[in-house]
């Protein structure tokens, strides 16, 4: 990998290293990151002086410096994704890929199977539910056989 230190890469866009600078801070603001030295000094890669054109390009065609540096931010993330992407297919296989597809498939059925039965269980203990509140309704209510003879009771002491 080609590495360019920030007089390299301002001399070759034909910019000031002051403007390079601060288009690299407005960068890493907005979540790219460049390498850096011991010192804490950024280099640069191909990668990176390819994102700077970039917003130099943008900047020229009349799209203001802040979206111009978010495109390029949202861009390089896509790319990096990708990377990652190609990095695992070429790291694992595609057999191994495929057999992690099948794994994920396979839990998806198998949740949507769980979420069937927790709904049938929480259908059963709504049924059950019912059933204890009108049993229980049942037992407060009075019986109309005991009323019927407590006033009959009562008829014969008052005599009503």
Known sequence: M??????DVANHLKIKPTTLRKYCALLEEAGYTFSRN????RYYSDKDVMALRSVLKAKRS???LKEAV???VH?????????DTQNEKERYGSDTMNELKTLIQQQGDMMAKQTEVIQ???HQIEQQQEQINQLSQRLEA??????SEEKSIWQRLFKK
Request: proline content about 3%.
């Open 75 to 83: 861009q390089s993330e896509e790319i990096t994704t990708i990377d």
């Open 62 to 64: 009349g799209i203001t």
């Open 142 to 147: 009075p019986d109309d056989h005991e009323q």
């Open 120 to 122: 049938s269980l929480s």
């Open 38 to 41: 011991d010192q804490g000094h």
């Open 2 to 7: 080609q590495v360019y230190s920030g007089t």
């Open 70 to 72: 978010h495109g390029v």
